[in-house]
């Protein structure tokens, strides 16, 4: 069996652990570095009251305290599914080198866990979403980020 197989075994059987202790849905991810597992996740959204508790954040979590760092340079994502919109923002925020995933998107939707609404949300104007998105005091915030810009001290990511 090579790394591969082996990385991705280990997702699937924490996917298989994380539903049968009834922590969340049927998912699991690890980040690798050099061959080593360096953090690792199931999916924790019922057990945590955590709508943010999917594989993928709890393995890129873990993974990041390991390394003391917010980016994951060097690594690989192997994770038991093809990641839903939220995971796959934060693993582009955490910029690991690869993603390798076991069950695709349409795998996930057959056991209703289906994202399309979410993908089909964001191509959506504003005024015509499920839930209601309103901007207020823009010029206010942007001053925010005028600071930013201007601070000399600012760790850049």
């Known amino acids: 069996m090579d790394k ?9 059987t924490l996917a298989q652990q994380g539903m049968d202790g009834n922590h969340g849905g049927p998912f699991g991810a690890v980040v690798v570095k050099d061959n080593k597992i360096i953090g690792k996740g199931y999916n924790q959204v019922t057990s945590s009251n955590d709508p943010t508790a999917h594989a993928e954040v709890v ?12 980016q994951l340079e060097g690594c ?15 693993i582009y925020w955490a ?7 076991g069950a695709t998107k349409q795998d996930a939707a057959s056991a209703q866990f289906d994202d399309q609404f979410i993908y089909d949300e964001l191509e959506t104007e504003l005024s015509r979403r499920h839930i209601q998105f309103e901007n ?5 915030a942007r001053e925010v ?13």
């Open 145 to 157: 980020f005028d600071a930013w810009n201007k601070k000399e001290d600012k760790k850049e990511y």
């Open 4 to 12: 591969q197989e082996i990385f991705m075994r280990a997702a699937i």
């Open 59 to 70: 393995a890129i979590r873990e993974a990041c305290k390991v390394l003391n760092t917010f």
């Open 136 to 140: 207020m005091m823009r010029d206010e």
């Open 76 to 90: 690989t994502i192997y994770t038991s599914c093809e990641p839903c919109p939220m995971c796959l923002g934060a």
């Open 95 to 101: 910029r690991p080198d690869k993603v390798v995933f």
